[in-house]
């Protein structure tokens, strides 16, 4: 793919804008926690980089279906992808799961309530 000069400031920028956005509404749907992981935090934004965020939330839902509320209600303009987890979940995750630990490396948390779930 030929390299377009800016456009990784641009995608930057929209990554920003859009995750504001996020941190503004999500708490008004019930997020008790926002944190973003991937590229994105860790300064390695190209044009293609998608918004990864961990979402913590009360729910009953199944996990598959869980990112559905969070895409319909936040309409995302960019390419975002929703990990949301019940806060039982995430802190037995975070102790057991690789994947988890691996997330935590570049885990930039946006905003939690005073159970502090994701730190």
């Known amino acids: 793919m030929p390299i377009v000069f800016g456009f990784a400031n641009h995608r930057k920028n929209c990554l920003e804008k859009e995750l504001s956005k996020f941190s503004n509404e999500s ?3 019930g997020a008790k926690s926002l944190g973003v992981f991937g590229d994105y935090p860790l300064g ?3 044009p293609d980089t998608p918004l990864d ?12 279906n869980r990112d559905e509320f969070w895409i319909t209600h936040l309409r995302p303009s960019v390419h975002t992808r929703f990990f949301v987890f019940t806060p039982e979940e995430y802190k037995n995750l975070k102790i057991e799961s690789h994947t988890i630990k691996i997330i935590k490396q570049s885990l930039e948390i946006i905003f939690q309530d005073e159970d502090k779930v994701i730190s």
């Open 27 to 29: 708490k008004q749907l």
């Open 44 to 46: 390695k934004v190209s």
């Open 53 to 64: 965020l961990i979402i913590i939330q009360e729910t009953e839902k199944n996990f598959i």
